[in-house]
């Protein structure tokens, strides 16, 4: 499928009702579906799914395979992406979905325009086709490589930043617009106090407090002015800003110059990959990315040693920038950690074929036998230890394998 559909309400229910898929607690498509009540597809919907490849010409109708897998990845998927584009001036949120971790052509984006009240549908999206659309936000021609900054803050920090970001481009207006070079800046707690209630609640994607709120949402921008007053200080602690003996606050030469390469900003992006673990568990890793007047800045949430959690600010050039959203293309099968009747965590990775949980550096899967990575043969000596540890052994190449595997894991023979 080469381009997005646009579904109604019923024609997606009809898929649903054809397909006798039940979406389930972590599906987009919860809500939509009353599952005691029977769906009769009209025929101008049947001829519409028809003409769209949706549905088979046969009687009764039915979904081709690669539709099928794809409307059962949207009823229960088990990773979740979130992609924010944006400029000063717009906003335009993006969720693909997969069952079956980062594989090539096993996404579904899948979104609903709050105008049209039409379902957009694409099936047969890849990692790479995500990463290409952050790259068309971000990388608008090159940038200068002379501006190196890096830094890890606390969220309050971060948020006095982006305070503090605010008022210098309101600085960097008033200058302009005055034709005054003098650009010196001093502010207080109260300022930024203000700033903050007032990015909240502007909905101008100009201001860095109202961005940062979308591409940033668990953070906490109700800072009081104690709190505000206290990261002021630790920046200051940091040599990002700098203390008057009056109790003002001015900005650092690092920081000054920094800021005269990232303002104004001219485009924003920021990705969510939410794994679901369990029915209870979810991983989430967050990324933004700010492409400012000269220089790409990078925004990621991290976890200390003692599982604090932190802001990693660093700049970028185009051609780090490129080689970054190229690797997030590139990324294999998810990696997620299954418990034993134990407890113990041990590392599995996800089959694309079927689903299942297997152990990491597994050729084939256990279950159906698909080929996990390029096959090597195991040395004697291996398969000796193998054989020598396990119950059985595979009568095609002789590896060791437990009761209840189906498939062996080093030659991907059925087994007895």
């Given at each position: 499928m080469q381009h997005a559909l646009n579904l109604t309400e019923n024609q997606l229910k009809s898929l649903l009702s054809i397909s006798k898929l039940i979406p389930g607690e972590f599906s987009p498509l919860v809500g939509l579906v009353n599952t005691d009540e029977k769906?009769?597809?009209?025929?101008?919907?049947?001829?519409?799914?028809?003409?769209?490849?949706?549905?088979?010409?046969?009687?009764?109708?039915?979904?081709?395979?690669?539709?099928?897998s794809g409307l059962r990845t949207l009823c229960d998927p088990s990773i979740t992406i979130s992609l924010l584009l944006g400029t000063p001036e717009t906003l335009v949120t993006t969720y693909s979905y997969s069952?079956?971790?980062?594989?090539?052509?096993?996404?579904?984006?899948?979104?609903?325009?709050?105008?049209?009240?039409?379902?957009?549908?694409?099936i047969g999206q890849s990692p790479a086709d995500i990463a290409d659309l952050l790259t068309e936000q971000v990388i608008i021609g090159p940038v200068r490589d002379n501006v190196q900054f890096q830094a890890i803050l606390i969220p309050e920090e971060y948020v006095i930043l982006t305070c503090i970001q605010d008022h210098y481009q309101q600085l960097l207006v008033e200058t302009t617009?005055?034709?005054?070079?003098?650009?010196?800046?001093?502010?207080?707690?109260?300022?930024?106090?203000?700033?903050?209630?007032e990015g909240r609640i502007s909905f101008d994607l100009n201001w860095q407090v109202t961005s940062s709120t979308y591409l940033l949402p668990f953070l906490d921008f109700e800072l009081d002015e104690e709190l505000i007053s206290k990261s002021l200080d630790q920046l200051t602690e940091r040599d990002l800003l700098i203390k008057s003996e009056s109790g003002y606050y001015s900005l650092s030469d690092d920081l000054v110059q920094l800021l005269d390469y990232f303002l104004p900003v001219i485009s924003f992006a920021a990705i969510n990959f939410e794994v679901i673990k369990g029915p209870d568990e979810l991983s989430l890793t967050h990324m933004v990315f700010l492409r400012g007047n000269s220089v790409n800045m990078i925004v990621q949430p991290v976890v200390d040693e003692e599982k604090r959690n932190e802001i990693s600010i660093f700049t970028a050039s185009g051609v780090q920038l490129a080689a970054l959203l190229f690797e997030m293309g590139l990324q294999d099968q998810e990696i997620v950690d299954i418990a034993d009747d134990n407890g113990k965590k041990e590392i599995f990775s996800i089959c694309p074929s079927c689903n299942q949980a297997?152990?990491?550096?597994?050729?084939?899967?256990?279950?159906c036998g698909t080929a996990l990575k390029s096959q090597e043969t195991q040395p004697d000596s291996a398969v000796k230890t193998e054989i020598q540890t396990q119950e059985h052994k595979c009568p095609n190449c002789g590896?060791?394998?437990?009761?209840?595997?189906?498939?062996?894991?080093?030659?991907?023979?059925?087994?007895?």
């Amino acid at each position: 499928m080469q381009h997005a559909l646009n579904l109604t309400e019923n024609q997606l229910k009809s898929l649903l009702s054809i397909s006798k898929l039940i979406p389930g607690e972590f599906s987009p498509l919860v809500g939509l579906v009353n599952t005691d009540e029977k769906m009769e597809p009209s025929n101008d919907d049947l001829q519409i799914l028809t003409d769209y490849g949706l549905l088979t010409k046969n009687e009764p109708p039915s979904l081709p395979p690669e539709v099928y897998s794809g409307l059962r990845t949207l009823c229960d998927p088990s990773i979740t992406i979130s992609l924010l584009l944006g400029t000063p001036e717009t906003l335009v949120t993006t969720y693909s979905y997969s069952a079956r971790g980062f594989e090539d052509n096993a996404f579904v984006s899948f979104v609903q325009d709050p105008e049209t009240r039409l379902f957009q549908l694409f099936i047969g999206q890849s990692p790479a086709d995500i990463a290409d659309l952050l790259t068309e936000q971000v990388i608008i021609g090159p940038v200068r490589d002379n501006v190196q900054f890096q830094a890890i803050l606390i969220p309050e920090e971060y948020v006095i930043l982006t305070c503090i970001q605010d008022h210098y481009q309101q600085l960097l207006v008033e200058t302009t617009l005055d034709r005054e070079m003098n650009r010196e800046i001093w502010f207080n707690q109260r300022d930024l106090w203000e700033i903050l209630v007032e990015g909240r609640i502007s909905f101008d994607l100009n201001w860095q407090v109202t961005s940062s709120t979308y591409l940033l949402p668990f953070l906490d921008f109700e800072l009081d002015e104690e709190l505000i007053s206290k990261s002021l200080d630790q920046l200051t602690e940091r040599d990002l800003l700098i203390k008057s003996e009056s109790g003002y606050y001015s900005l650092s030469d690092d920081l000054v110059q920094l800021l005269d390469y990232f303002l104004p900003v001219i485009s924003f992006a920021a990705i969510n990959f939410e794994v679901i673990k369990g029915p209870d568990e979810l991983s989430l890793t967050h990324m933004v990315f700010l492409r400012g007047n000269s220089v790409n800045m990078i925004v990621q949430p991290v976890v200390d040693e003692e599982k604090r959690n932190e802001i990693s600010i660093f700049t970028a050039s185009g051609v780090q920038l490129a080689a970054l959203l190229f690797e997030m293309g590139l990324q294999d099968q998810e990696i997620v950690d299954i418990a034993d009747d134990n407890g113990k965590k041990e590392i599995f990775s996800i089959c694309p074929s079927c689903n299942q949980a297997v152990e990491q550096d597994t050729t084939f899967c256990t279950n159906c036998g698909t080929a996990l990575k390029s096959q090597e043969t195991q040395p004697d000596s291996a398969v000796k230890t193998e054989i020598q540890t396990q119950e059985h052994k595979c009568p095609n190449c002789g590896a060791g394998y437990k009761t209840g595997i189906i498939y062996c894991t080093n030659c991907g023979s059925k087994l007895p």
